[in-house]
């Protein structure tokens, strides 16, 4: 079932930018815009409006994905309509406040949430992990794992979830990595499923067990997201 969504994700998402791309030159065959195709689809602002769409497709963390499609969408935009311009010296700073209230946010739900909590060891069900320009290890304590939330923007965290147990049925956790990423350590005994999305990155499963170790696939572990320009890996400690 994972399976399946990830890819039909990826296909729409591809769908997506291909119709995006079809209408432009549509309307410039019919002379109702006029551009040049390497100002638009070889920019920072087109870049960073695919990389929001994928975002919003493709994982759980909607308002990020918004954010980075409103920005690309907003610098495209005079690209497309020469004679569009928008007041960049006050739209730019405000969706970088934007950004921050986000992340600022983020993190207080986090710290809201039951449970013990301090820089190195983590007792809770869940996990919402966010590493921008920095990281650090995180050991995590549960009988009743559920899965979470990682974001590694140009940072990266070391996740330890090697004391927990998993909860029944299939457990998601939502990664995004961004010129980042993060390692995963699990007992080598989890069921565990990849099914994160590469662009210009990559996530490996590199799980060690013993061939005739019995795998309990009625509690599973699925990691999906998008590795942009980064990744990581899933593996057991010993």
Not at 131 to 159: D, R
Not at 201 to 229: C, E, H, Q, W, Y
């Amino acid at each position: 079932m994972s399976e399946n969504r990830s890819s039909a994700g990826g296909r729409v998402s591809l769908g997506l930018i291909i119709i995006f791309v079809g209408a432009l030159f549509l309307l410039h065959s019919l002379d109702y815009i006029d551009f040049h195709a390497s100002r638009i689809f070889f920019s920072w602002p087109f870049i960073m409006l695919v990389i929001g769409l994928l975002i919003m497709i493709n994982s759980y963390k909607k308002l990020f994905g918004a954010i980075l499609f409103t920005v690309g969408a907003i610098f495209l935009v005079p690209r497309i309509f020469p004679g569009i311009e928008f007041n960049h010296g006050i739209i730019f700073p405000v969706l970088i406040i934007l950004l921050g209230i986000y992340i600022i946010t983020k993190h207080r739900i986090a710290s809201c949430k039951p449970g013990s909590i301090n820089e190195s060891f983590i007792k809770k069900d869940t996990i919402d992990d966010i590493a921008v320009f920095g990281g650090g290890t995180k050991v995590f304590s549960s009988e009743n794992f559920k899965g979470g939330n990682i974001t590694s923007i140009f940072g990266g965290s070391e996740i330890d979830l090697t004391g927990c147990k998993l909860a029944e049925g299939e457990n998601i956790i939502d990664a995004l990595f961004i010129f980042g990423g993060s390692e995963i350590l699990v007992p080598n005994d989890w069921n565990v499923i990849s099914n994160m999305t590469p662009i210009f990155g990559g996530f490996s499963n590199k799980i060690r067990r013993d061939p005739n170790m019995a795998i309990d696939t009625s509690r599973t572990l699925v990691i999906k997201g998008l590795a942009i320009f980064g990744g990581g890996e899933v593996k057991s400690k010993f």
